[in-house]
């Protein structure tokens, strides 16, 4: 009859049972990790010694295959088993190497702390890192893992070595990557520091600049303004304010109510196509001024506010208040106005006289001479005379006269024999391009021709030759005044047909008033043609105006 166990005894042998799975376990473990060369097991007919030279093939193949060295030492530190991987590592045959004293293959400062490990080993499984020399003789880190172990012939102890190097060079690199990312990390935040002050000051800065161009704007006896990209105002200072009574949100709907009635459309106009071309906006205008209703003339500028990218981002305008100087210059244009025409009268019976005088018989040759310099100097007179009056209604806006189809060859060869009478000691060449027909009026055309010419003559003292070009150019007849004269400087060139302007100082060397050119341009402006100048200081001058060319008209072609 089977004997039942207490629940004690049943205890126990679980215990005793849990203790040999554990074992086994182990067992099984050590051999997976190649942590062990042999090894004991309890059989039925007592302890087995699995050794290596015990031939347990399966086990040596897979110590042989470990990357790892492996190596068993006996209690005197003397070498009982090791792999080829670890024959290699200290660069010896394999079959060398066993019975030898492992402390032969580890370098002299390396020693007592391999020592201390592998005495750690003997009790309880134990690691450490020390360096051994490679077949170069460098230093390589490894990597100990210390196991005793209960062989049959006694206890010996394994040791499983790993090449640390690729760990180490992971480690450094590692290292250097953090170190590096420290750096960075601390860089950026440098940076962010200097960024946020550097934006703290732009901050003051445009503060400031706001502040003083606003302080600016408000203190200065002008008005300005800005506009956005559609025009619309979102600026004014205080003179603004001041002058018209309104701020800038009234401004913007009481255009009426601020421009004279007379100045309305052609300023809307020009501030249109000024926005719509994307350029400068010059004008002139009357505002009214709140204080006393009346309207006073301006003179406006609108400059378009540029980025990087050369779109407009907003206008930047002014207004002058120009209504006294011009008032002093409509006087003056209407004395100067006045007084030609009154000396016209005087000087034309003037003229007559000394004409009568000429054809007086019994003239003595010293009467003679000074008729002909008063004649001389009357002619002078009537020109300057001429000119103050053709500049008067210019100014008046009365310059009219009638055009006809003309003969523009013609016309200029029959002022080039003029020229040659007066001017006899200076050669005069044409280049005449065929026949060229415009519409215009004869008289006023010659005018121009005859100031060009005289101008050449008096602006070339050392200088005899002078050439007239006429050509077609495409719908357009040009005529071009050359000279080799004393020519003038580039910033002339644009302010030369203004009234008055004279170039290279010639108010006080040269006599004359700076006014035919400003005549000349008027009448070519009257003809819609437009006038240029090309100079050179010293080297000469080519003063070109063109006009347009009358359209052939076919039925005629073919009479
Ligand atoms: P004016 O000759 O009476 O001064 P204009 O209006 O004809 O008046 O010319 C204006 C100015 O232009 C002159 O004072 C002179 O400085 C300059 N000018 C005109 N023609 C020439 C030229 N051919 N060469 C150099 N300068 C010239």
Not at 29 to 58: C, F, M, N, W
Not at 351 to 360: A, N, P, R, S, T
Not at 430 to 446: D, F, S, T
Request: net charge negative.
């Amino acid at each position: 009859m089977r004997q039942t166990k207490t629940y004690e005894e049943l205890l126990e042998e679980l215990e005793d049972l849990s203790f040999q799975l554990k074992e086994a376990n182990e067992t099984i473990h050590a051999i997976r990790t190649g942590q062990i060369d042999a090894l004991v097991v309890e059989t039925e007919d007592g302890p087995q010694l699995y050794t290596l030279k015990s031939a347990d093939h399966t086990y040596r193949v897979f110590i042989e295959k470990m990357k790892e060295g492996a190596v068993t030492l006996n209690s005197k530190g003397i070498i009982l088993y090791c792999n080829s991987q670890f024959a290699d590592m200290i660069n010896m045959p394999l079959a060398k190497v066993i019975g030898l004293p492992i402390m032969n293959f580890i370098p002299d400062q390396y020693k007592s702390r391999f020592k201390k490990i592998t005495e750690q080993g003997w009790g309880s499984d134990s690691k450490g890192e020390i360096f051994l020399k490679n077949k170069n003789g460098d230093p390589v880190p490894f990597l100990l893992s210390v196991t005793s172990l209960e062989l049959y012939e006694g206890t010996a102890l394994s040791i499983i070595l790993t090449d640390l190097s690729l760990q180490k060079e992971n480690e450094k690199q590692l290292e250097l990557k953090n170190r590096q990312l420290e750096e960075a990390k601390l860089a950026a935040y440098k940076m962010n520091e200097e960024l946020e002050s550097i934006v703290e000051e732009r901050t003051k800065d445009l503060l400031v600049s706001r502040e003083y161009f606003k302080f600016l704007a408000d203190n200065i006896p002008v008005i300005i303004w800005t506009a956005g990209v559609d025009g619309k105002l979102d600026y004014v200072n205080r003179r603004w304010v001041e002058y018209t009574g309104f701020d800038v949100e009234e401004s913007k709907t009481k255009q009426a109510e601020l421009l004279h009635p007379d100045d309305m459309e052609r300023s809307v106009m020009g501030w249109q196509t000024a926005l719509q071309e994307k350029r400068k906006y010059e004008g002139e205008f009357r505002l009214k001024r709140i204080t006393d209703g009346t309207y006073r003339w301006h003179s406006s500028q609108a400059i378009p506010f540029k980025d990087e990218q050369g779109n407009i981002t907003a206008w930047i305008g002014t207004n002058i208040d120009i209504h006294d100087q011009k008032k002093e210059l409509e006087k003056k244009d209407e004395f100067i106005g006045v007084a030609s025409h009154e000396l016209k009268t005087p000087l034309t019976s003037l003229k007559g006289y000394i004409q009568l005088m000429e054809f007086q018989e019994n003239l003595s040759d010293t009467a003679k001479i000074y008729v002909s310099k008063a004649t001389s100097s009357v002619n002078k007179l009537q020109h300057l005379i001429d000119e103050l009056l053709d500049a008067s209604k210019i100014k008046a806006g009365k310059l009219k006269f009638n055009k006809e189809e003309l003969n523009l060859t013609d016309l200029i060869s029959l002022c080039i024999e003029n020229s040659t009478y007066i001017y006899p000691l200076h050669q005069i060449k044409k280049e005449l391009q065929g026949e060229i027909i415009v519409c215009g009026n004869a008289e006023r055309l010659e005018q121009v021709l005859m100031n060009l010419i005289n101008n050449a003559v008096k602006y070339s003292p050392n200088r005899k030759e002078i050439i007239i070009r006429a050509e077609k150019d495409k719908d357009s007849a040009v005529v071009s005044v050359i000279d080799f004269g004393i020519g003038m400087a580039k910033a002339d060139e644009e302010l030369i047909f203004e009234r008055f302007y004279r170039a290279n100082g010639h108010e006080s060397t040269m006599p004359g008033l700076g006014m035919g050119l400003y005549i000349s341009s008027e009448i070519i402006k009257e003809h819609n043609g437009e006038i240029h100048v090309r100079s050179k200081l010293n080297e000469g001058s080519v003063f070109s105006f063109s006009l347009p060319l009358v359209a052939h008209k076919p039925d005629q072609e073919n009479k």
